[in-house]
C-alpha cells in the first residue's frame, strides 16, 4: 500500500478517509486536523496561552506534543489523582515529557492538597471512583486555568471518546448533556472556555502519532476503567467502524450540525459562584466543597454503598466479515491489529516504530493490570 | 423460575421489566401490552375497521391474533411482493391463519396486477431490493387502505424494529426521518393513520406469543434481508441489552418522550396528490408511478447497477460476560438461547411449547436460506 500523499510505502490506512499515509505525511495529516479543528471551530489564536490538560497518556500527550510542535503556547496541567500504582507512573510520563522539551507544567495533588485521592474518596462516600475523578478534575480544571489566568483549556478527548459519550447520552436521550456536548464549550458564568483539538482524529490514530513521534506515555488502562461503560460503548462502536468505515466521524459530526443546536436551545442553566470557593455552580455549595465535606466526615459503616456496574469487555474478534484492504495487490501484507480494549495498537506496520516501544505495547498487551479492589464484586450488579 | 404473576413454573423471563411468566400470563402481559399502546396512543377504537398488513411472519401474524383476541374490528392484508421461494409460502400462512379464524384477508399481487414483482423490479431498475419493496409496501398500504374504507391501518413493527431503525437514522442524524419516527403517525394530506401496537413488545416476545398460540408463521428470513443493515444494528443492540437490560427500550421511549418532539418541529412536508395515481407525494409523479415507469422502459446493458452492501452478521456469542438469571435457585436451568439473527427463537422452555413449531424452528436453524442470486458479490461494496 502506498502513502495517498507521496506515493511512498504507507505505513498506515485510514479507511474512514480512504487513506494511508506513510511516517512524515501521517504526522502532517495529524497536525492538519489539529489546526483545523483549532481554526475552524475558533478554539484559541496562535498566541493565547492555553493550558493543556494532560493524564500521561497517549491522547494528552500526543495533544501537547502537536500543538509545541505547531508554535502555540501552552502550558501543561497535570492532577494527581492517588491511584495506587496508576498516579505515580502517569506524573513521572507528564514530568519526562515536559522535562525533554522544556515546557511548563503545573501539577496538583489532589491527596495531598485536598485530602481528596480518588480511591480514599471512593472509599469514604460509597461513590463508584470514576464519578468522584470526573467530577474532581472538572473543578480543578476550571479553577487551576482561572487562578492561573488561562482563557482556555485543552483536552485530549478524541473522535472516540466523543463518539462513545454521544453514544451513552443519546441511548439515554440525556437532553441535558447533548445540549452542552461540543468540542469548544464558549467561556460563561465563571466557566473557563474548554477546547478538544483532537476531536477529529481516532484513538488508534493519536496512538500511532504518539508511538511515531516517541513519545513515552503510560500504555495500561486507569484501573478504575476496567468494565466502564465507555469501553462497551467504544466496543460496539468499533464493530460499527470495521463494518462501515467513517460510522464514527458521521455518527459525531452528523450530531454536531443538525442536532446539538436542537438541543442546546433547550438547555437553559443559571449558575452562581458556590458560597466556599466562589466556583460556578447550580446549588449553593459546588459538588467539589460538598464531597469535601463528605469525606472530612467521620467513617461509618453505612452497608457497601454503590459500587459501578461491570460492562462486558470486547467480543472476542470473529473472522473478518469484510475484505482488508490491507495486504492488498499492491502493498506489504500488514500483522492483524492486536486486540485491544482502547484501540491504543494501531494497524501501522511494527517494523517502522521504535521497537521500545512496541515492547512495551507487547507486555502491556500481555499482561493485563489488576482489578482495582474496590470494584470487585461489581459483577452483574 | 416463577411466574411473577401467579408463582406458577415460569416459562419465560422478560429482564428489561424484571419479571418472569408462565404461559397464561405472558400470553395476558403481552396483550395488556398491546392494549395499552393501543389506548395510550390513541390508535383505534374498538368498533373502529382496522386494516392489519401481515406478512406470514411471527409479528405480524401475533399482531392480528392478539387484535382478533381482543375483540379488534381487523381485516388482514397480504401484499405478494414476487420473491422466489419466499412469496409463495408466506402468502399461505396468512391465508391459513385467517381461515383458521374465520376472518377477513385481502391480498394484492404485486407481480399479476402491477407488474412490479421485486426480485424482477430490482434487476431492471438496479435498486437494492429491499428499496423497491419498501417502497412498494408503503405505497400499497396507503393505496388499498384509502381504497377499501379504512382509517388506519396497523404494521407489526415491535420494539426491537424501532429501536434499530432509530439505531440507524441516530447514526446519521437523519433529522427528517427521526420526526417522522412514531407509534403513531396521524392521517394527514392523503395520508392513512399509521400504528404500530406492538412497538412495547420485544421480537422474542412476539415469537414466543406465536409459538404460544400454535401461529404457524414463516420462519425464514426473506432472502433479500441476508446482510441487511438493521440485522446488523440489531446485533449490536443486542449486545447492549444482554448487558443492560432494558437498554433497547429507554432508547426508544426516551427518544419518543425527549427528542423526537424537537425533530418533528422542524419538519415540514409539503404533500399534494400524484399526476397519475392520486396518491400523496412531494414530486410530481409518486415515486411508485415512477417505479412502474422504469421497469417499463426497456432493459439496457447498464453495468452492474447498485447493489446493496452486505453488513456483517451477528458475532460469535462470548462466554456470558454477566451471570444470566435463568437457572438461577429457585428454578430449573433453561437450555441456552439458540443464535439466531432475528431473536426468533425465545429463551422459553421448548418441552412446553408445541412440538410441531420446535421442530419447524430446528429445521429453519439448521438449514439457512440460500443467498439471493442478485446480491451476491455484494460484500464489501
Known sequence: ?????????????????????????????????????????????????????????????????????????????????????????????????????????????????????????????????????????????????????????????????????????????????????????????????????????????????????????IVDECPNAVGAKSLFYKDLLNQLEAASPGSKQAFLMGFLEHAQPLFHAQEEVALHPCERCGQPTTTPLCAFCRLREEVARPLQRRGRGRRAKRWPGPRPTPPAPLPLREGGEDGPTLPAPIPDREGGVPEARWSALPLLVKEKEDRALAEPAPPFPDREGGRGG
Not at 453514544?167 to 469548544?184: I, K, M, S
Request: hydrophobic share 40%.
Open 1 to 217: 500500500m502506498r502513502c495517498t500523499k507521496c506515493r511512498q510505502d504507507a505505513c498506515l490506512e485510514i479507511r474512514r478517509h480512504n487513506a494511508a499515509f506513510c511516517e512524515a505525511c501521517f504526522l502532517g495529516f495529524f497536525r492538519d486536523q489539529v489546526v483545523r479543528a483549532v481554526e475552524h471551530e475558533k478554539m484559541f489564536r496562535r498566541d493565547e496561552p492555553v493550558l493543556v490538560a494532560v493524564s500521561g497518556g497517549k491522547d494528552s500527550l500526543a495533544l501537547w506534543d502537536a500543538l509545541l510542535e505547531l508554535g502555540y503556547e501552552t502550558t501543561g496541567f497535570y492532577i494527581g489523582l492517588g491511584i495506587p500504582g496508576y498516579s505515580e507512573p502517569s506524573r513521572e510520563k507528564c514530568e519526562t515529557f515536559a522535562a525533554a522539551r522544556d515546557a511548563k507544567l503545573l501539577i496538583v495533588d489532589l491527596e495531598a492538597e485536598y485530602g481528596l485521592g480518588i480511591s480514599e474518596t471512593a472509599q469514604r462516600t460509597r461513590r463508584p471512583a470514576c464519578s468522584a475523578c470526573g467530577l474532581s478534575k472538572r473543578y480543578l480544571f476550571n479553577k487551576v486555568a482561572m487562578d492561573h489566568g488561562f482563557g482556555v483549556i485543552a483536552t485530549g478527548h478524541n473522535l472516540d471518546d466523543e463518539a462513545a459519550t454521544l453514544f451513552g447520552n443519546v441511548l439515554r436521550w440525556q437532553t441535558g448533556y447533548l445540549g452542552r456536548q461540543a468540542p469548544v464549550l464558549p467561556e460563561e458564568n465563571g466557566l473557563v472556555k474548554k477546547v478538544k483539538p483532537l476531536f477529529r482524529l481516532a484513538e488508534r490514530e493519536t496512538a500511532a502519532y504518539a508511538i511515531l513521534r516517541g513519545i513515552d506515555y
